[in-house]
């Protein structure tokens, strides 16, 4: 039988291939970000482990391809790496496609709309797994179209071997998805039936899974790695350990059904809007066609694929709905998004032929119109959001924390994006390489003082040794040193010393560019957002500190604090300030006008503790004289309702004000919903 290249087929492809890379490229970031692209670079460019569930197969392709001469030290081969699995992906995805419908309009508009996603575009464009993660997925997907279309075994084999590779990558995403090519395979279940008979066929299918399966092999395999969240792997127990997930935690005590439901919605409001304006209508189009159109087996496969990692996960985890947890979320669904591309480009086709049936004339030009119209739609509705070329501002941070810091200090970082910035800038980069950076929490970098999985008590005796036993400067910003110097950007650790504030003139541009980005909107990114949102609190107590202790402000000063008032971070320390010093009852006049305005401007994003403390705030100005029990009440019962744990600070006050107003039913259902507590 002799084999037909498909040269159209080819440009196609090629056409597809060259046009997503190209545009990841032009609007990838130069410079370090957030999520986790600070350990994973880290991790590729100084060897060792990622997160759990470790990732081998992206860390072990990622610390060759960054090693390649033609790359210069930076984030940009990582970014790459991530950018050509994705515009291969898509690639992949015209091959099934063209595979499923013949059509290659089809093809193209479902790899061309799925490369210019919404999601799918903002992970392609940072060091992260999931472009790999629906890589494998299609390259599994394609080799079992191949097998269900022709009946060759061998294409079975290596949908296997693919599949093994997958789990070496992101294996609960993958797991999620399974159901989808399980049923892509119905049409030859005889065929594996009888297979399933042959020893050689399962010895041959252990073989291709075992091989997938080996890069996990190579956690054992590292030894005193230079990144590693918890220090080296020792033993298959703890292998399978960390490949599991255990030490992660995807409950979260507070999230009720509610917050079930709410990411229902959610994720439909994230499907529909995935490919701007167009894609919706398109895709209740696509949908409807496609059991008519396609495969019982296939149409069968897009429903499964979508709701793998969009429902189903939704039912597995139990995330509180913020801002900052739909954040976490939102690239989950990336293989999921796939199903809904396909149905875009079949809605496409009928529009396309519809058009046909009413213009003879124009039929040979209007697919081409129809395509440049929706893939251009699209791409425009998700470029702004995923233009990160100049977003710079997170490495700015960094490296003005960095290098404001004394000579020879020790800085203990904590938390992901902390540890990712600072950790990345001063160990690949070799920003101030007189400084020792440390994890708080022992996590991630090799200088740990003791086994993360330590008990707390030791840990902290760790630390109190380490600090009474040490000379130099010791700084952190989200760690609990005392007696401290607040400094803004971090605080000096200064045992003996009084509390207090001090300037940090090397961080004042950095905090004016802050709150130029913050207060006009541009920070778009929800991690960023997060992050600019918690450094503005630090920033606020900084310059409230030096107010209270009479330091002569200057009028660039005094403008910098009112800037920072001016937001709902800053308020809220105010609030703070005040009511940890105290005002007597002639401040309640304006800690209301305040509370007020604050409540008037709360973001979106602002996390439950923080608002739980806001409500909490309000409702103490209101027990201020003249008393407003009812009022304060009201905030109180908010402040737990929204941060329903026993460490709200508001029960206490709460179930004081209960007893006050003789309501010993609403005493008594608060007493035995946070039962232990002690109120006295």
Not at 338 to 366: E, F, H, K, Q
Request: glycine content about 6%; some cysteine.
């Amino acid at each position: 039988m002799k084999y037909h290249f498909d040269v159209r087929g080819a440009a196609h492809l090629l056409l597809v291939l060259s046009a997503t890379l190209v545009v990841y490229v032009l609007t990838m970031p130069r410079t370090i970000s957030l999520e986790d692209a600070g350990l994973f670079q880290m991790v590729c460019h100084l060897g060792g482990i990622g997160h759990p569930p470790g990732y081998p197969l992206f860390t072990n392709l990622c610390q060759s391809f960054v090693q390649l001469p033609i790359f210069s030290p930076g984030v940009f081969a990582g970014n790459f790496l991530s950018a050509l699995f994705a515009a291969l992906s898509c690639s992949v995805l015209y091959s099934c496609c063209l595979s499923i419908t013949k059509d290659q309009l089809v093809a193209s508009v479902a790899a061309l709309a799925y490369g210019f996603s919404a999601t799918f575009w903002s992970q392609a464009i940072i060091i992260e797994v999931y472009s790999l993660t629906v890589l494998m997925f299609l390259l599994c997907w394609r080799a079992l179209l191949s097998f269900a279309q022709s009946g060759n075994i061998r294409f079975l084999y290596l949908a296997i071997f693919v599949y093994g590779a997958s789990l070496a990558n992101h294996w609960p995403l993958m797991v999620l998805s399974t159901p989808a090519l399980l049923v892509t395979v119905l049409p030859r279940l005889d065929t594996i039936i009888s297979s399933l008979k042959s020893p050689g066929f399962w010895l041959r299918s252990i073989v291709a899974l075992l091989i997938g399966l080996s890069p996990y092999a190579t956690i054992l395999l590292t030894r005193d790695a230079a990144i590693s969240v918890y220090g080296d792997v020792d033993s298959v127990g703890e292998l399978g350990r960390y490949v599991a997930r255990s030490a992660y935690s995807d409950q979260h005590a507070i999230a009720t059904s509610a917050d079930h439901m709410r990411y229902i919605l959610w994720l439909l409001v994230e499907s529909a809007t995935q490919f701007g304006l167009v894609g919706f209508p398109l895709m209740l189009i696509g949908f409807a066609v496609c059991f008519k159109k396609l495969p019982r087996s296939i149409a069968i496969s897009l429903v499964l694929m979508y709701l793998g990692s969009t429902f189903l996960l939704n039912l597995l985890l139990n995330f509180r709905y913020e801002n900052f947890w739909q954040a976490i979320f939102k690239p989950y669904p990336v293989v999921s998004y796939l199903a809904l591309a396909i149905w875009l480009a079949c809605g496409t086709r009928v529009i396309v032929d519809w058009l046909g049936s009413n213009s003879a004339r124009a039929a040979r030009l209007i697919p081409w119109v129809v395509t440049g119209i929706v893939v251009s739609s699209i791409l425009l509705a998700n470029l702004y959001e995923n233009n990160r070329r100049n977003t710079t501002w997170v490495e700015q941070y960094g490296r003005s924390v960095l290098e404001s810091l004394p000579k020879d200090a020790v800085f203990f970082a904590r938390g992901d994006f902390e540890i990712g910035i600072l950790g990345f800038l001063h160990l690949v980069m070799g920003v101030r390489p007189d400084i020792e950076l440390r994890s708080w929490d022992n996590l991630v970098l090799a200088n740990r003082l003791v086994s993360p999985f330590s008990s707390d008590e030791i840990q902290q005796a760790k630390r109190t040794e380490f600090l009474e036993g040490n000379a130099r400067p010791v700084l952190g910003s989200t760690v609990p040193l005392a007696p401290a110097v607040q400094q803004g950007a971090y605080y000096r650790f200064t045992p003996g010393v009084a509390p207090s504030a001090e300037r940090n003139p090397p961080m004042d541009l950095i905090l004016d560019h802050l709150l130029d980005l913050y207060k006009a909107g541009l920070i778009t990114d929800p991690h960023e957002i997060h992050f600019a949102y918690h450094r503005l609190i630090s920033f606020t107590r900084q310059y409230v500190g030096l107010a209270l202790a009479h330091q002569d402000l200057s009028n660039v000063e005094f403008e910098r604090l009112a800037r920072l008032q001016s937001t709902f971070p800053g308020k809220l320390v105010i609030l703070e300030t005040i009511l940890h010093q105290g005002s007597g009852n002639n401040g309640k006049v304006a800690l209301s006008e305040i509370a007020q305005a604050a409540e008037a401007q709360i973001p979106p994003f602002a996390t439950r503790e923080s608002l739980a403390v806001f409500y909490e705030f309000y409702g103490r100005i209101m027990m201020m004289e003249p008393a407003n029990n009812k009022k304060a009440i009201s905030y109180f019962e908010q402040s737990i309702d929204t941060y329903p744990v026993p460490d709200n600070t508001s029960i206490c006050p709460l179930l004081s004000l209960y007893l006050t107003e003789m309501d010993s039913g609403r005493a008594n259902a608060l007493g035995q919903r946070f039962s232990g507590l002690n109120c006295r």
